[in-house]
């Protein structure tokens, strides 16, 4: 069983940025799709983006593209998403999640489609 563990979450001040990792064991990744969500205080969990495992079609939720970058390391069975030029309305717990097979267009950013899910790092913008 894939379990998944996030860190690299912080307080950084508006136009600032981090690299939040998302560290596999238990299994490899090869044949996943990752995805990045977040859920802010009172709000609904919401995808920000997902990448297949091969590194193909990175997909992006509007609101962060241009401003986020999903990648991953094989070697390292580790998926990342770099956040740059944050924005006090990206303050949330960021929580990476993975499912065998592929997804496309918005079926990729449904909730339910994942399967295993880390913890979450939580990330604070201030203004």
């Known amino acids: 069983q894939v379990q998944l563990v996030e860190s690299g979450g912080g307080l950084v001040q508006a136009g600032g940025s981090l690299r939040l990792s998302c560290a596999a064991s238990g299994g490899t990744l090869s044949s996943f799709f990752m995805g990045w969500f977040r859920q802010a205080p009172g709000k609904d969990r919401e995808f920000v983006a997902g990448?297949?495992?091969?590194?193909?079609?990175?997909l992006y939720a509007d609101s962060v593209k241009g401003r986020f970058t999903i990648s991953r390391d094989a070697a390292k069975n580790t998926g990342y998403l770099q956040v740059n030029n944050l924005k006090p309305e990206d303050t949330a717990v960021y929580f990476c999640?993975?499912?065998?097979?592929?997804?496309?267009?918005?079926?990729?950013?449904?909730?339910?489609?994942?399967?295993?899910w880390g913890q979450g790092t939580q990330v604070t913008v201030s203004s």
């Open positions: 999640a993975v499912r065998t097979g592929d997804c496309t267009g918005s079926g990729c950013s449904r909730v339910g489609w994942y399967r295993v």
């Open positions: 990448l297949r495992w091969s590194g193909d079609a990175p």
